[in-house]
């Protein structure tokens, strides 16, 4: 069966501080992976997604990047946290079928 | 711009009632609607996926479809406490990554 892992499940950084979360899929192949944001209170909000290895598309301008340097490994970066990054981050993946699964998500705050 | 607009609530309910929860969307080209659950501090969780006009039941959830309203629905029969959640509506719009439009969620509790 195929588990989603993200880590750490916590961080609380300054701002101006750099930052790097890790997601990985286990169990399948060439999964679609997907980084949402959700800020307190509020609905889902897509980051970026990856359809393959090196392959990454973005759907806000921000001060995040995506790396998918693995098929089955995405990670979200930033060379310098905002105030506005806090928020719970959820990493997703989608195989052959519609449906997107959710990993248990990382929550940030910026301080 | 595509959207997806949820009733915000809060909903409250007795317990063994219906719940009904309510979702419009924005673009007629969307495919694939989905109902996720939310715990508090939790990710979301799969509850129903719905794909064609019509209702769609899974023991005590029926999601109801209408592609010409634009409207997608989602009812919980013989709601219990542990349904007190937040349940995000989505919807995948067509493209080769299928990306979901969620709505903000609509927060139900459901009272002992």
């Known amino acids: 069966s195929q588990t989603i892992h993200q880590w750490p499940a916590t961080l609380v950084q300054p701002v101006g501080s750099p930052l790097s979360l890790e997601c990985t899929v286990e169990g399948t192949s060439n999964p679609n992976l997907y980084w949402y944001r959700q800020a307190a209170g509020r609905g889902l909000q897509l980051l970026f997604y990856s359809v393959g290895i090196g392959q990454i598309s973005s759907e806000v301008p921000q001060n995040l990047s995506a790396s998918r340097p693995q098929d089955r490994q995405f990670i979200l970066s930033s060379k310098k946290l905002l105030l506005s990054d806090s928020g719970f981050y959820l990493c997703a993946w989608r195989g052959g079928g519609e449906t997107q699964y959710f990993g248990p998500g990382t929550r940030l705050l910026v301080l | 711009q595509k959207e997806v607009e949820q009733n915000s609530g809060p909903l409250s309910v007795p317990e063994g009632a219906i719940a009904s929860l309510n979702c419009t969307y924005s673009?007629?080209?969307?495919?694939?609607f989905f109902w996720y659950r939310q715990y508090s501090g939790k990710s979301p969780e799969l509850i129903m996926s719905?794909?064609?006009?019509g209702d769609k039941e899974d023991g005590r959830f029926t999601a109801q479809l209408n592609k010409a309203s634009q409207y997608v629905s989602l009812l919980i029969r013989d709601s219990q406490p542990s349904d007190s959640a937040t349940y995000l509506c989505?919807?995948?719009?067509?493209?080769?990554?299928?990306?979901?439009?969620f709505g903000s969620g609509t927060q139900l509790t459901v009272l002992p």
């Open positions: 719905i794909y064609s006009n």
């Open positions: 989505a919807v995948t719009h067509k493209g080769s990554a299928r990306q979901l439009t």
């Open positions: 673009d007629r080209v969307s495919q694939s």
